[in-house]
Every structure is written in C-alpha cells, then in structure tokens.
C-alpha cells in the first residue's frame, strides 16, 4: 500500500509536474487531501478577503504509473473515500447561479454526524462523499485544477464515488494522476460554487488498460456505465455525453446507433453534473441491466 502526502499539492494538471511517487500498475494508493480551500476556512468568521484564491481546488499527486503510455486507459477503482468530521460552504456575489442576488459573501462551516451532513437544527442531509478532482495530465497544455476536460480534472460528478470505477486518458508517460476536492455531500449542479467541501482521503486502485479506444472520462458501477463530457456550454456537454454513450455502444457490442438512440431515449438518464466551473460538465446514465443485456460484461472492471 502507498500513500501520498497532502502537503503534495498542484494546482495545475500538467505534464510539467514532477511526479512524487512512482507505481507498478495495480498498485492501491491512499491520497490525502485538503478541501477546495486548501484548509484555509477553519470558522464562520474567517475573513473571506483574506483567502488566497491562487490556492483553490488543489489535488494531491501526482502518480507516476509505471506501464502507462500514451493512447492507454487508467482505470481507478475508488475502493474508499474517509471524511473529516467538519466541512465548509460559501456563497456570496458573483459566486454560483444565485451570486448574482447577493450583496454579501457567506461562511457556513457544516458539521458531519451520524453519516449525515448538518445544514441547520432542521436539515440534516446524507452524505455521498464524492471526488470533485481527478484527473491525468493532458498532453501538452497546463489545465488549471479548477477546470474540466477530456483529462478529467474539476468534473465535480457526484457518480465519482467509492465503489465506482473512472476511465481516463494516458497522454503522457506514467499518466500523472492527481485527485483532490472532496465533497461530504454534493447535488447535482453543484450550484452554489460548491458542495460541503471537506478535507479527508481516498483510497484507489490504479491500472493500466492497453488495447482499447473508448470515449473518455468514463464512470462504470454496480448501477451504471456512464459517459461524461465538458464543454464551455452545457447543451454541447449534454449532447457530447450522449454522442459518447452512443458510439461506445455501438463500437462494443455492435448494436446500431438507431438502436442505441432508442434505448437511452428509454432507459438512459441525462443528468447534469455541475454548471459552476469554467466549463459545464454532463453525464450520460445507462443502467447495467442494459448493457449486460446487449452481451457487454464489465465485471472485471468493478471495485470489487
């Protein structure tokens, strides 16, 4: 088992950064995290002026993983995220969709007890602690960790979870994998800038896939296989994802694109993600039930 330390933070994904740990594929690394705000809220009353705002959305890493060439697929099984006991909320002008009716920035610490996140003496809401940030590094460019893409990065899916398997690209020897951005408990949109950011740590298994072109980032579970998309617009997400989810059925188990149109119109779910990021990010939902039906086992790559 490894482990790498929070005090390992980028800000950027990047094919620059020096990796601080090197892997042999199927290794199980612990990441330890700091929240969105690098821990620097730890009240209600810290003075929202004094954060530094060059220190959002950190992730932890990132990974070397040994076998890992470009054009190959990193499987990260989340085998075990771990919370804090205490998590944080802001809003405020300009911040989300309503920042707009604000006048004045807002800190909410929020408490987590009994598996349940602690909004007010009335709104106790479950946790579904989920990873904002994961990604590899892209290619050639530096992405900040803020935003979304094609390499994953700040895609701030909820269905990225323990017990989910994410696919992602290798564009660059060793991937370069980093995760950061925790959430206590996130909806879909995310639409206040955030969810219950929290510090904490995530256990997953990382693999190199070779041989295979799928449309990527992609999410499979117990539950679903999923097809992501970021795009500066959401109608051009959403229709990414769907396009992705189509190809992919087809390509595989070579079931027409009318077919697969007609099962997603049916069964699929087009669900959005977040629209806070500079980039808006979308999902496609195809439950298993249909894809093992079309002949497609995916068992293999299932945390176990």
């Known amino acids: ?13 990047s094919p620059e950064n020096e990796p601080v740990l090197r892997v ?3 290794s199980t690394v612990i990441f330890e995290t700091c929240d969105c705000f690098e821990d620097q809220i730890q009240s209600a009353d810290t003075p929202f002026e004094a954060l530094d705002w060059n220190r959002i959305n950190p992730a932890t890493g990132p990974v070397y993983v040994e076998e890992a060439e470009p054009g190959d697929i990193l499987v990260v099984r989340i085998e ?19 920042g707009f009716d604000f006048t004045n920035n807002h800190i909410q610490m929020i408490p987590v007890r009994d598996h349940k996140v602690i909004l007010s003496d009335k709104l106790e809401i479950p946790v579904n602690p989920m990873i904002g ?4 590094s892209p290619t050639q460019e530096s992405i900040s960790c803020g935003t979304p893409g094609g ?10 979870r323990e017990g989910s398997t994410l696919f992602l690209p290798i564009n660059v020897p060793g991937a370069l994998f980093s995760l950061g ?21 995530v256990t997953v298994t990382l693999e190199v896939l070779k041989g295979k072109s799928w449309p990527l980032p992609m999410i499979i579970n117990n539950e679903h ?6 795009e500066k617009e959401l109608d051009k997400a959403a229709d990414q994802a769907v396009i992705n989810m189509v ?7 070579e079931v027409s694109k009318e077919t697969a149109t007609f099962l997603l119109s049916i069964a699929g779910d087009l669900r959005i993600c977040q629209v806070v990021d500079p980039l808006k990010t979308a999902r496609m939902e195809l439950p298993m039930q249909y894809v093992k039906a079309l002949g497609l086992n995916l068992n293999q790559y299932l945390v176990k």
């Not at 088992?1 to 994904?13: C, D, P, T």
């Not at 075990?80 to 309503?98: F, H, S, W, Y």
């Not at 940030?133 to 590899?136: A, D, L, M, W």
């Not at 296989?225 to 970021?230: A, N, V």
């Open 24 to 26: 042999p594929s199927g």
């Open 133 to 136: 940030v994961i990604g590899t």
């Open 225 to 230: 296989l999923i097809t992501i998309s970021s």
């Open 151 to 160: 390499h994953g990065g700040n895609m701030d899916c909820k269905q990225i």
């Open 1 to 13: 088992m490894y482990r790498v330390s929070k005090e390992n933070l980028i800000y950027a994904m």
């Open 247 to 253: 190809n992919f059925l087809y390509e595989q188990v």
């Open 80 to 98: 075990k995220i771990r919370i804090a006991e205490q998590g944080v909320m802001v809003t405020g002008p300009n911040l989300g969709v309503m």
């Open 181 to 201: 951005d925790l959430h206590a408990a996130m909806a879909d949109g995310e639409i206040a800038v955030c969810g219950v950011e929290i510090a904490g740590e």
